[in-house]
Nanobody, 118 residues
Framework: QVQLVESGGGLVQAGGSLRLSCAAS?????MGWFRQAPGKEREFVAS???????DYADSVRGRFTISRDNAKNTMYLQMNNLKPEDTGIYSC???????????????WGQGTQVTVSS
């Protein structure tokens, strides 16, 4: 069993930055971030394996950086040059059940709101 707790969301102006954290209790192999905007489906943002291999959605590549500290069992998402279309509930996930870009993961956090104003 893995429990995930996100933190770091908030309100920021376009062009600003935020850093999200996801603290895990239990053994988390690959971890990832997904987001869901109002009226839209949950979408993949980024993922990272235990060894630090990363993957990004095209919409965030070059602006967002995913990282993890295995000693602290914590994953991070540094978000720079934020855009209004980045607004949504950001959720962390652990231990994918298949393709890491699919929202089929074994464990989910409760989510944290990110709002980017224009």
């Amino acid at each position: 069993q893995v429990q995930l707790v996100e933190s770091g969301g908030g309100l920021v102006q376009a062009g600003g930055s935020l850093r999200l954290s996801c603290a895990a209790s239990g053994l988390a192999f690959s971890m990832g971030w997904f987001r869901q905007a109002p009226g839209k489906e949950r979408e993949f943002v980024a993922s990272i394996t235990w060894r630090g291999e990363t993957d990004y959605a095209d919409s965030v590549r070059g602006r967002f950086t995913i990282s993890r500290d295995n000693a602290k069992n914590t994953m991070y998402l540094q978000m720079n040059n934020l855009k209004p279309e980045d607004t949504g509930i950001y959720s962390c996930a652990a231990n994918p059940l298949g393709n890491q870009r699919s929202p089929q993961w074994a464990y989910w956090g409760q989510g944290t709101q990110v709002t980017v104003s224009s």
